[in-house]
């Protein structure tokens, strides 16, 4: 039976994991004694459970095309499609909102972005936000296997800047599984290894934020975001729950694992790195982890001479705490803010300018996590690049060394995360007009493009003056905010991929 199952397109298979998770918000709802949330819930998985019943039967024993474009093609669709099915209990739960709201707050969750259309935690049941949270992280599962079972082998999604050969290319440099394993069979063997690892690191952190003082309710919703980044949460971030900074320190240990692919799974396209320090992305995070909180603990000090603050050790400490951890949930593109971040302003009269913030979200965080962003890899492979192009300014005739691996991050690496890079600014340039084409201000069109096309939701409430609410956005900027979170998840390469003719030739 598995096998039958195993072997019906991806979107199907996809479509039957969203019923059951319908089933979780259900039962919580009639545990709860929220009969009616629970009932919607319940009667859409059963609604939605024959009618991916009746797909599957009738998809069951036709043979698919193996090509990864439609594997990738199936990945669009999980972005675009699934939140049809998955918007339909969210709206006749919450009932007075439209579908189009539903629908957003589904593609946004799905995607990991975060970004909510209702400011006011209270106004959604206890249920809703279980399924906000549940979606946000099946959408973080998806990526961490999408990435390395389907975007590794074509090259894409990061895996670009190391890889010498592209899915379908000949020659040594082609890993063995790319010869060897189909793309149905990389995703179950990737799936069956990534979900208990998953599962697990998200029940440890659930766990260790109900010692620190959560309710589990609050802390299952915080530790699933945390895992999948989303930066959803039931009652407005970290600062509305009762772990203190004890819970933000065990949510700042698990953002780690969107640092580094290798921080949770050995996928065979890094055999070069022995340790986990000797990963770039792990040494590039840890040098602006330590960096920015020190610019900006530096200037909150030198602006606490002006208010004769800067002896206030307490408030000192916070300060430095609240921008450690607020840089590293922007960086792995969480958005959770710390409850101390408004302290350090506090102590000493200045506001953190917003566009650190961004910096951090469009850096993003490592290949193949559920960090959205450029990817530090990119970052890393550029930076080598202009060393060694300065130290043949100064000696023309020098040799790079350190080996074929780090020659080809110089070259051709570093030449294909420069096309990444022209690629976004094209993105920013093209999203950032259609938002001012729907009315939107040049700060409003830039922090809003910023925060979809990076998956980083919660931007939008503090990287620009006034916090922009995503309730108040018309509904041409609300689908053109939907397709810059799905452009932002899957990348632009890959929709490039997709549209190349190349790659759907048989």
């Not at 082609?174 to 690892?197: C, D, K, N």
């Not at 690496?413 to 009315?439: C, I, K, N, P, R």
Request: hydrophobic fraction near 50%; charged fraction near 15%; charge should be neutral.
């Amino acid at each position: 039976m598995f096998d039958r199952i195993a072997k019906l397109p991806l979107l199907v298979i996809l479509m039957g994991i969203g019923v059951l998770a319908m089933l979780v918000p259900g039962l919580h709802g009639l545990l709860v004694k929220d009969h009616y949330e629970g009932r919607v819930f319940l009667y859409a998985a059963l609604l939605f459970g024959f009618l991916t019943s009746f797909i599957a039967l009738a998809m069951m024993g036709r043979p698919r095309l193996n090509h990864p474009s439609r594997h990738l093609l199936a990945l669009l669709g999980l972005f675009v499609i699934l939140p049809l099915m998955l918007a339909v209990p969210f709206h006749q739960a919450v009932r007075n909102t439209t579908f189009l709201n539903a629908y957003v707050e589904m593609v946004s969750a799905l995607t990991t972005t975060g970004a909510t259309l209702f400011d006011d935690p209270g106004r959604l049941p206890d249920s809703v936000h279980l399924w906000r949270a549940l979606v946000g992280w099946m959408g973080g599962l998806f990526i961490w296997v999408g990435a390395i079972a389907i975007l590794a082998p074509m090259a894409l999604g990061g895996f670009e800047v190391r890889a010498r050969r592209i899915w379908g290319a000949e020659g040594k440099g082609t890993s063995q599984i790319t010869h060897v394993a189909e793309m149905s069979q990389r995703i179950r063997v990737y799936g069956a290894q990534l979900l208990p690892v998953y599962t697990g690191l998200t029940l440890i952190l659930w766990l260790g934020l109900v010692l620190a003082g959560d309710s589990p309710f609050v802390a299952i919703c915080h530790a699933m975001s945390t895992l999948a980044t989303s930066g959803i949460s039931p009652v407005g971030g970290p600062g509305g729950g009762n772990a203190g900074v004890g819970g933000e320190i065990m949510l700042a240990v698990f953002m780690c694992f969107a640092i580094s692919r290798l921080t949770f799974t050995r996928d065979r396209m890094s055999t070069d790195l022995t340790s986990l320090w000797s990963d770039p992305e792990v040494r590039l995070a840890a040098v602006l982890i330590l960096a920015v909180p020190g610019f900006l603990f530096l200037r909150h000090w030198l602006g606490a001479f002006e208010v004769d603050e800067e002896m206030n050790l307490l408030a000192g400490l916070a300060s430095l705490w609240g921008s450690v951890f607020t840089v590293l949930s922007f960086l792995t593109t969480t958005g959770f803010e710390s409850r101390a971040w408004e302290a350090s302003q506090t102590w000493s009269g200045l506001q953190t300018p917003g566009l650190i913030l961004m910096g951090l979200a469009l850096v993003g965080g490592g290949v193949a996590t559920t960090a959205g962003g450029a990817k530090l890899l990119r970052v890393y492979a550029l930076y080598k690049h202009g060393m060694r192009e300065m130290d043949k300014l100064v000696y023309p005739n020098s040799v790079g060394g350190h080996g074929g691996e780090a020659r080809h991050l110089r070259g051709r690496g570093a030449y294909m995360a420069w096309v990444f890079f022209m690629l976004m600014t094209l993105s920013v340039a093209l999203v950032m007009v259609l938002f001012s084409l729907t009315g939107e201000g040049f700060e409003s069109a830039m922090v809003l493009t910023i925060s979809a096309l990076t998956t980083t939701g919660p931007l939008a409430g503090i990287a620009a003056v006034e916090p922009i609410s995503y309730a108040d956005l018309s509904t041409p900027a609300k689908l053109v905010l939907t397709g810059a979170m799905v452009l932002g998840r899957l990348e632009t390469l890959a929709i490039v991929a997709l549209l190349n003719p190349e790659t759907w030739r048989r």
